[in-house]
T-cell receptor, first 111, second 116 residues
Framework: AQSVAQPEDQVNVAEGNPLTVKCTYS??????LFWYVQYPNRGLQFLLK????DNLVKGSYGFEAEFNKSQTSFHLKKPSALVSDSALYFC?????????WGAGTKLIIKP | DAGVIQSPRHEVTEMGQEVTLRCKPI?????LFWYRQTMMRGLELLIY????????DSGMPEDRFSAKMPNASFSTLKIQPSEPRDSAVYFC??????????????FGEGSRLTVL
């Protein structure tokens, strides 16, 4: 079955430290890969996507993601976390012209 | 652009009442999605329209739920009769899809439904 896994329900990082939010997927073919962010009481916002080309994709708010085809992973990263990065992060993958969503990872950045 | 506009932002109703949620997609977008978000089940796709036609409604929980898109600028999600387990945040999202689906959805701010 097609699926997206975000193995961590929550990630805690100190402000200024690097952060990683993990995502792995099981989808046939060459899917497009996405990260979205949801701030409290808001809708989801697009952060970045991978379609093809360079495995390191840069997106909004200083985030980047690394695509690894052999590991079927698409981890979200940021070199230096900000308290304002605290939010819920979703990984998503296309399959048959629809999106398959991960369960979300709550990112908490502590001052 | 004003983005995807949803109304109402908050709705509190009693079990058995009819609930209608509304969505105005971004102008020029030809695909519209309704999602439901709960703590227990996360983000669930309810229904997907393309060019105002329902393409996939397999996520609609049961016959109490119905969705329409009478034109390119308006969609409704109706629950009749509503039940407490329908309490959730309902999101509408839109996208322009051409030759290939890129998946870059634009979401509304959501409608938070509480059924007592």
């Amino acid at each position: 079955a097609q699926s997206v896994a975000q193995p961590e329900d929550q990630v805690n990082v100190a402000e200024g430290n690097p952060l990683t939010v993990k995502c792995t997927y099981s989808v046939s073919g060459n899917p497009y890969l996405f990260w979205y962010v949801q701030y409290p009481n808001r809708g989801l916002q697009f952060l970045l996507k991978y379609i093809t080309g360079d495995n390191l994709v840069k997106g909004s708010y200083g985030f980047e993601a690394e695509f690894n085809k052999s590991q079927t992973s698409f981890h979200l990263k940021k070199p230096s976390a900000l308290v304002s990065d605290s939010a819920l992060y979703f990984c998503a993958v296309t399959s048959n012209y629809q999106l398959i969503w991960g369960a979300g990872t709550k990112l908490i950045i502590k001052p | 652009d004003a983005g995807v506009i949803q109304s109402p932002r908050h709705e509190v109703t009693e079990m058995g009442q009819e609930v209608t949620l509304r969505c105005k997609p971004i102008s020029g977008h030809n695909s519209l999605f309704w999602y439901r978000q709960t703590m227990m089940r996360g983000l669930e796709l309810l229904i997907y329209f393309n060019n105002n036609v329902p393409i996939d409604d397999s996520g609609m929980p049961e016959d109490r739920f119905s969705a329409k898109m009478p034109n390119a600028s308006f969609s409704t999600l109706k629950i009749q009769p509503s039940e407490p387990r329908d309490s959730a945040v309902y999101f509408c999202a839109s996208i322009w899809t051409g030759g290939e689906e890129t998946g870059e959805l634009f979401f509304g701010e959501g409608s938070r439904l509480t059924v007592l």
